[in-house]
């Protein structure tokens, strides 16, 4: 009996730990970044310096490159006979990042269990699909990573030298405050490979679950239109960068930043978000801030923009996760759900 309550106990202080400590993480890297910022300012922009329709149109944007992945994600399924209706494709894609908020990466692992509740796709085949996804996402984004860095090469030095990437004493490292921020971001990373490997791990132990994974890594060899998988990626991405780079319209301080200005902060952001806090909150903020201040926008201004951008989009994720477990609900009301 005391053997069952200890492990109890120690389930529970875990799951209370993969919660806590990413909020933790955001919060801290957030009081960082504004501990002395004006945030009158900010309610003066938001209230009478925002233009809405850019922001509507970003939100567009947003929420379409949720869209077109349920779309892509649905042709990965097919080459293992699974055929989810698209909706459901696409609400599971919406569930699993309003999830991403409070369980940093577990809505990778949320939207496979929705499609096996509702559709009866095998959960681990599926996940084998989203390491797939993942891959080639990967790859998209070192290669605009690179085309990134070479087109604007300067700007990515005196960002390495301003945030202590690149400085010439040890002293000057430890009295900078961006160090104790990327230390801690750095922490994060290495606590979600070592849970990610733990996972791995476990699912080593149970028998014929890598054998399924796998064969959902490999299905993308057997997508029936792969240029149309290409293509809903360029998409994908594109949308992205206009969820981002279009909000620059949406104040006076950033509508003449040039496209270019765009992907440096896209690229940024992309990697702050890897950090495992709420939608990349803080790092987020640090990144877009830090590079937005390169091309020439004020500290107070470049805040005001984060903070209202992140604030927002965080909001869109929220919104489309309620909307995806109520339309899931609703259209498959008449059947049966699946045990997980």
């Known amino acids: 009996m005391k053997n069952e309550e200890h492990t109890l106990m120690n389930k529970l202080l875990k799951k209370t730990l993969k919660i806590v400590l990413p909020i933790f993480l955001g919060s801290f890297i957030l009081y960082w970044v504004y501990r002395d910022f004006d945030f009158a300012r900010a309610k003066e922009v938001l209230l ?37 209706k698209t909706s459901d494709c696409v609400d599971a894609i919406f569930v699993s990042y309003a999830t ?16 096996s509740k509702y559709d009866n796709v095998s959960f681990t085949k ?59 971001s750095i922490i994060g990373v290495l606590v979600l490979m070592y849970y990610l490997l733990r996972m791995l791990s ?7 679950v890598v054998l399924n994974v796998w064969e959902g890594v490999t299905s993308l060899r057997d997508v029936k239109n792969v240029p149309l998988f290409f293509f809903y990626t360029l998409l994908i991405w594109t949308c992205y960068f206009l969820h981002f780079y279009v909000t620059f319209y949406c104040f006076q301080f950033t509508e003449n930043l040039t496209f270019l200005a765009g992907l440096v902060m896209f690229v940024g952001g992309t990697f702050a978000v890897i950090v495992p806090t709420p939608n990349g909150a803080g790092p987020w903020h640090f990144a877009v801030i830090t590079m937005m201040m390169l091309y020439g926008v004020n500290a107070t201004d470049a805040g005001v923009f984060a903070l209202i951008v992140h604030g927002i989009q965080t909001l869109l994720v929220i919104v489309l996760g309620l909307y995806g477990v109520l339309h899931l609900s609703l259209v498959n009301r008449g059947n049966k759900p699946s045990g997980l």
Not at 54 to 61: A, Q, V
Not at 100 to 115: A, I, K, T, Y
Not at 129 to 150: K, S, W
């Open 126 to 184: 599926s996940l084998g699909t989203v390491v797939t996804e993942r891959l080639v996402d990967t790859l998209c984004i070192l290669l605009i990573t690179g085309l990134t860095f070479l087109m604007q090469m300067p700007v990515f030095l005196r960002f390495f030298e301003e945030t202590g990437t690149k400085i010439p004493s040890l002293v000057h490292l430890l009295n900078s405050p961006w160090f104790y921020v990327s230390l801690f």
């Open 202 to 208: 476990f699912f080593e132990k149970v028998k014929g």
């Open 48 to 84: 009478q310096g925002t233009n809405w329709w850019w922001m509507l149109l970003s939100l567009f944007f947003g929420m379409m490159s949720h869209v077109l992945r349920g779309w892509r994600w649905k042709q990965t399924l097919e080459p293992l006979g699974a055929h989810p």
């Open 100 to 115: 991403n908020l409070v369980l940093p990466r577990v809505g990778e692992v949320s939207r496979c269990g929705v499609l």
